[in-house]
């Protein structure tokens, strides 16, 4: 019993450290707004994206204004599979004719969406589901004719988002895109890092299912623990990054040249990668900062 009793107080006591490293942190980012892009695997699989909900539900808990900004990449070339719809792309984005754009809305809206809202409301959460056509937070216009209804966005009217967050919300944001004559695909991290901009977010976050930016994507001992922004544009004009990649690089560095100051690539499937990040002293990933 007392072997049993004195291995609680040192569990206890070690909680206690973690909670007294966190204080600063949590501190620094009170009142704060993060902007959270969430997908790739991490976002498929249901123990993941309850172990984020949560984490996300304690960001609110300790006064941080969060907007979760999702895609589905693997959910839309599911359905398109099932359709008999072939899947093409070109520097990373989606090529999107009329019965795929359908496709995209069908999962985007109808159903990541919507399981989102369902994981943060069961945990307690009070979330909104919305995609970039609600209130046309999300302007678009055509990025190509070769790329059909891939949409960039001209504006972000962040009104809504700000409603939402003021009531105590979180906002759940599908990337589609509405302009004159319909929907469009957005790209859903270059969509996180438009709303990164309009809100002047504290921090945007990139949930995925790889480590961060590696040097070498085949070399997993590569990875780039931080890049400034003269770095990341020279990354960029590299032209060594692969296909997925490249939006993703290309919105961080729209992001920063538009005041957001930090932005970080973690791993959605390394336990508590969020908080580690927000509430150590021991970053994660791949931290993009101004120079």
């Given at each position: ?19 007294t ?23 498929e699989?249901l123990e ?15 006064g941080?204004r ?9 959910a ?6 099932k ?19 359908e ?11 919507q ?12 979330a ?5 056509a609600?209130?046309k937070t999300?302007?678009?216009e ?30 759940v ?9 319909g ?11 438009k709303?990164?901009?309009a809100?002047?977010?504290?921090k ?17 001992d ?7 922004l ?7 004009a590299?032209?060594e ?18 005041g ?21 002293d021991t970053?994660?990933?791949?931290l993009?900062?101004?120079?």
């Amino acid at each position: 019993m007392q072997g049993r009793e004195e291995g609680e107080l040192e569990l206890a006591q070690k909680k206690a450290e973690v909670l007294t490293e966190a204080l600063p942190w949590i501190n620094r980012m009170r009142g704060k707004t993060i902007v959270v892009k969430y997908g790739g695997s991490a976002m498929e699989d249901l123990e993941l994206m309850v172990q984020v909900v949560g984490d996300i539900e304690l960001l609110k808990l300790m006064g941080m204004r969060v907007v979760l900004v999702h895609g589905g990449g693997k959910a839309i070339s599911a359905l398109l599979g099932k359709l008999g719809i072939p899947t093409k792309f070109k520097d990373g984005l989606r090529v999107t004719d009329d019965a795929t754009m359908e496709a995209v809305q069908e999962v985007l809206v109808g159903k990541v969406n919507q399981q989102l809202v369902w994981a943060l409301n069961e945990y307690g959460h009070n979330a909104v589901g919305i995609s970039g056509a609600d209130g046309k937070t999300f302007k678009s216009e055509p990025v190509s004719a070769e790329l059909g209804r891939v949409g960039r966005i001209r504006e972000v009217s962040p009104e809504l988002i700000n409603s939402i967050l003021d009531d105590g919300y979180t906002p759940v944001v599908a990337s589609v895109g509405c302009g004159p004559d319909g929907f469009y695909n957005i790209n859903a991290d270059i969509a996180a890092g438009k709303v990164a901009e309009a809100l002047h977010a504290d921090k945007l976050i990139y949930l995925t299912d790889v480590d961060g930016l590696f040097g070498d994507y085949r070399d997993k001992d590569s990875l780039i623990s931080s890049l400034t922004l003269s770095e990341t544009k020279e990354v960029l004009a590299s032209g060594e990054l692969d296909g997925g990649m490249i939006p993703k690089i290309r919105s961080i560095e729209e992001a920063m040249e538009n005041g957001v100051h930090e932005v970080v690539i973690l791993n959605g499937k390394t336990p508590h990668s969020l908080l580690v990040e927000i509430f150590t002293d021991t970053g994660v990933g791949t931290l993009f900062t101004q120079d």
